[in-house]
């Protein structure tokens, strides 16, 4: 079985300021999808930014970019010049290709002060 | 495009009782993917449906089960409530056909089960 684990239960970061989020994942598999989802209090939850195993490039979205580490089995989201409206709780996720069953970690909670 | 919706939003029954939670996906959308979550589990994968049948399906006990009707719109459903079992239920739909890495699964906006 897969497990994603995210190690840090809240994290605070001024606006303006950069902050990195941790997520490690335990599987056997060599091809796999990552995601980052948002969950902000009305608790919709939102797709931030995903990553192919198979692509050594990390992605970026806007603010948003990963560090993918495949050996290590590591992938933290960067947000840059944070924002107030970044404040959520964000779940690390990984999928196998055809498949949809998401296995999320337990999430990190973002609090972004003034 | 209008979003997946869920229904009902608020949800309070009792121990023993059943419930059924109904969720229509964003249109041209043809899984549905349900998940639970609770603070102490955290998000875990209920069950998915493609065409009206079961393609995956979690590690929950048989209390809980789901369907999926013609149109996509899917239901879950859960009989003899636990007090365990009050939670947030989320709905995600999702367009295609394979699953690849561009697909994104569209979260609707959960179902706040309690029970009491």
């Known amino acids: 079985a897969q497990t994603v684990t995210q190690s840090q239960p809240e994290m605070s970061v001024q606006e303006a300021e950069t902050v990195t989020l941790s997520c490690t994942y335990d599987t056997s598999e060599s091809d796999y999808y990552l995601f980052w989802y948002k969950q902000p209090p009305s608790r919709q939850m939102i797709l931030v930014i995903r990553?192919?195993?198979?692509?050594?490039q990390n992605a970026t979205e806007n603010r948003f970019s990963v560090n993918f580490q495949k050996a290590a089995k590591s992938f933290s989201l960067k947000i840059s010049d944070s924002q107030l409206g970044d404040a959520a709780m964000y779940f690390c996720a990984y999928r196998l290709p055809f498949e949809y069953a998401l296995n999320f970690g337990k999430g990190t909670s973002l609090l972004v002060t003034p | 495009k209008a979003g997946v919706t869920q229904t009902p939003r608020y949800l309070i029954k009792t121990r023993g009782q059943q419930v059924t939670l109904s969720c229509s996906p964003i249109s041209g959308h043809r899984s549905v993917s349900w998940y639970q979550q609770t603070p102490g589990q955290g998000l875990q994968f209920l069950f998915e449906y493609f065409s009206e049948t079961q393609r995956n399906k979690g590690n929950f006990p048989g209390r809980f089960s789901g369907r999926q009707f013609s149109n996509s719109r899917s239901e879950m459903n859960v009989s003899t409530l636990e007090l365990g079992d009050s939670a947030l239920y989320l709905c995600a739909s999702s367009p295609s056909l394979a699953g690849g890495p561009r697909e994104t699964q569209y979260f609707g906006p959960g179902t706040r089960l309690l029970v009491l």
């Open positions: 990553q192919e195993a198979y692509k050594q």
